[in-house]
């Protein structure tokens, strides 16, 4: 059983990940989240659901506890969130992390620019490459509600190809980057919809 420590609980995607994580996955859950009376506890065997915001480090240092893997799936001032995060695991010795960042922030979307709107983005992910963290940043296209299909994968350097991305199919593809050990570690992986394996 991997244990999985949810950032951001009441997220879109966290919410729709944790689903698939109680379906699919060997893993006990703890949801971390402003407002904790917001979310039914799924399954009460396997989830915890805990009050907590992200920059508060007494609150995400307890959470860290006897956990496998962070899964932080935020927005807002992504910078100061992975500051605290990156301090917080290194001091509960901590070294899993996935973080949820967007399509765009290296440039790499042909024909976009993002500019500023990226840039906690930009400089979350920034924080989190120069650290010792076996990190994997995910770089997701637009959201969409179709039905789980093959993931396709850009490495950081590689243009990213196509621009929508199905949240079962994302979902799925953070369930097993989650409960497998090495995969996509110290990676910055663009995803989108695609004919190609997921298994890169
Ligand atoms: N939608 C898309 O097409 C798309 C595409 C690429 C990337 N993304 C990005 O992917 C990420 C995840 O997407 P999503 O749809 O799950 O986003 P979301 O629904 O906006 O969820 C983000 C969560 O972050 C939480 N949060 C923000 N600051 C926090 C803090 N200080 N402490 C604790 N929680 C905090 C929010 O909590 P509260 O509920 O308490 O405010 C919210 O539940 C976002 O950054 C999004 O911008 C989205």
């Not at 893993?27 to 402003?34: E, G, V």
């Not at 440039?107 to 993002?114: A, N």
């Not at 400089?123 to 076996?134: K, T």
Request: proline letters at 5%.
């Amino acid at each position: 059983m991997t244990r999985v420590l949810i950032l951001g609980a009441n997220g879109q995607l966290a919410r729709n990940t944790t689903r698939v994580l109680l379906e699919k996955a060997d893993a006990i859950l703890t949801l971390y989240l402003r407002r904790a009376s917001r979310l039914p506890n799924p399954d009460p065997r396997r989830v915890t659901v805990v009050e907590g915001d992200a920059l508060d480090t007494a609150a995400l240092r307890a959470a860290m506890k006897n956990q496998d893997v962070v899964y932080a799936n935020l927005a807002g001032d992504m910078a100061r969130q992975a500051r605290t995060i990156i301090d917080t695991m290194h001091a509960t010795g901590l070294k899993r992390l996935i973080f949820v960042s967007s399509m765009g922030i290296y440039g790499e979307v042909p024909g976009e620019k993002y500019r500023n709107i990226l840039d906690p983005y930009r400089d979350s992910a920034a924080l989190i490459e120069a650290s010792d963290l076996d990190y994997t940043i995910l770089r997701p296209g637009w959201f969409t509600h179709q039905p789980e299909g093959p993931c396709r994968i850009t490495q950081k350097g590689e243009p990213f190809q196509g621009h929508d991305i199905s949240l079962d199919s994302l979902s799925a593809l953070i369930a097993r980057i989650a409960t497998t050990p090495g995969f996509h570690v110290r990676c910055s992986i663009g995803v989108s919809n695609g004919e190609k394996s997921i298994a890169r």
